[in-house]
């Protein structure tokens, strides 16, 4: 499985963005995914992961309520619509599958990892 992150950029606080994950090489229509990011300096942070139906998402507090992350299994594809961006939020996001299908937040979860897209949010 190949996952190309997308949609990434420069944006303003308060702004939105769209990130997208699309998979190559097989479906990952019974794959769990998610998205994690790594801020400079930091360590590599759970953010988000869905279910392989779409039945269950998980998210980190620290976006609750202003992320959202969804699938379109016909597509192979997984997005992160993010709004109400704050500083904080800077960093190189990165999607993940699980095959386990559940909506793990633990990265050691995940088999198959994209090469990221970097999210910086002015002040």
């Known amino acids: 499985v190949q996952l190309q992150a997308s949609g990434g950029g420069l944006v303003q606080a308060g702004g939105s963005l769209r990130l997208s994950c699309a998979a190559s090489g097989r479906t990952v229509s019974y794959y769990a995914m998610g998205w994690f990011r790594q801020a400079p300096g930091k360590d590599r942070e759970f953010v988000a992961a869905?279910?392989?139906?779409?039945?269950?998402?998980s998210y980190a507090d620290s976006v609750k309520g202003r992320f959202t992350i969804s699938r379109d299994n016909a597509k192979n594809t997984v997005y992160l619509q993010m709004n109400s961006l704050k500083p904080e939020d800077t960093g190189v996001y990165y999607c993940?599958?699980?095959?386990?299908?559940?909506?793990?937040?633990?990265?050691?979860?995940?088999?198959?990892w994209g090469q990221g897209t970097q999210v910086t949010v002015s002040s």
């Open positions: 869905i279910s392989w139906t779409g039945g269950t998402t």
């Open positions: 993940a599958a699980d095959r386990a299908r559940v909506a793990a937040t633990g990265s050691s979860a995940y088999d198959y």
